[in-house]
């Protein structure tokens, strides 16, 4: 089961590295100098997201419809978590950002069959609230490391099942 969550989690971060999770900040070089800046997403960045968000969603509730419960012992079920608690962090990091949200919203219905203008704000809620009962920077940090506890877990799976039972029939 750890090699299973290790390899699980190995495959989330590459797959949240190459979907522009990591880039939030820039680098600038002056002569001898290196200064490091953080630069605010753009709607395109949190529409990216949104999209990267929408088909985890979808993914994961395909597999849900067909076994009744989310399986978090499939690899790419896992992946499909941390592909989404890192999109919600970055909705509840930018909340404040209206273009952010609007954004992140299209991309959801963009890149989804289940998500549409009807539901993709009560979506993007249910993602922002993922964020505030879950501690997810130790989340993450415990997934990569293969460490995370079954209830840290669970308190996502559950929340990722109440956000799919928001989805339209």
Do not use: H, W
């Not at 690899?75 to 990091?93: D, E, K, R, W």
């Not at 009807?118 to 490391?145: C, F, W, Y």
Request: a neutral charge; aromatic letters at 4%.
């Amino acid at each position: 089961m750890n090699k299973t969550i290790i390899l699980a989690s190995a495959a989330a971060a590459l797959m949240l590295a190459s979907c522009g999770f990591m880039k939030n900040s820039t680098t600038n070089t002056q002569s001898t100098t290196t200064a490091t800046t953080t630069v605010a997403p753009t709607a395109n960045d949190a529409a990216m997201m949104g999209k990267n968000a929408g088909m985890a969603l979808d993914n994961l509730a395909a597999q849900y419809k067909a076994d009744g419960k989310l399986d978090m012992t499939n690899i790419m079920n896992i992946a499909n978590m941390l592909n989404l608690v890192g999109a919600a962090q970055q909705i509840y990091t930018n909340k404040s950002s209206s273009e952010y949200r609007t954004g992140f919203i299209k991309g959801l219905i963009a890149n989804s069959i289940n998500i549409d203008e009807i539901n993709a704000e009560t979506v993007t809620e249910g993602l922002t609230e993922l964020v505030e009962n879950t501690q997810v920077d130790k989340l993450q940090s415990a997934m990569q490391k293969g460490q995370a506890t079954a209830t840290e877990v669970q308190n996502v799976a559950t929340s990722v099942t109440n956000i799919i039972s928001m989805f339209k029939k």
